[in-house]
């Protein structure tokens, strides 16, 4: 079921957003090389709780942790560990955050440390994938537009897009209808409405877009050993077009 927000609803997402957004910022500032995931994953424990919000994926269909950090091959719902991260390196750190009940779900993708070409390129192109696929998150649109953008942009850049994992709708439950695609063919799906909330997450990977899911039942990583990215906003549509809440 796909549930439309009100003003108020949308306004409390948008409070819980900005937290996400803040908290992001810390942890830019706090990836460096000898940093661990482990390390991060707390300091966002430690900064919502300051400001009166929750991780809401910990708990979350079992999953143990604050935040999903996926290193490098990891596609997403990496574990957060204790091996330091190392110059070079790229890592994803997704969370969702709950504010007052009101969900926002953010990832960001970072570099640690100088990082070669090729992975600048993997991030400068993913991150600009989210924004095309935002761009068509308009009243009357489809929900295939979306997809449509990003896949029509990243692959003829030699990068692929990730199927098995796709943007959805959000609050008051973290997964909610309708899912978004970060591929196919434009003017198909769902028309978009004003008042709903989803989330656009295109995980872009350098070489192949299968992926392999890990023993432990929850981290997916490239299937061929490459590099994975992964840029993540949550948005309401809006009669003045999309409004991104994960946003500061
Ligand atoms: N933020 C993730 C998403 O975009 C949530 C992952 S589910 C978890 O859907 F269980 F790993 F937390
Ligand atoms: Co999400």
Redesign the pocket.
Known sequence: MITLKTEREIQLMHEAGKLLAACHKEIANLIKPGITTTEIDQFVEEFLAEHGATPEQKGYKGYKYATCASVNDEICHGFPRKTPLKEGDLVTI?M?VNLNGALA?S?WSYAVGEISEKTKTLLEVTKNALYKGIEQAVIGNRIGDIGHAIQSYVEPQGLSVVREFT??G?GPT?HEAPQILHYGPAGKGLRLKEGMVI?I?PMVNEGVWQSKMDNNGWTARTMDGKRSAQY?HTLAITKDGPLILTEQ
């Open positions: 997704d969702v779900d990832a943007g959805h959000i973290l989330t997450e993540e």
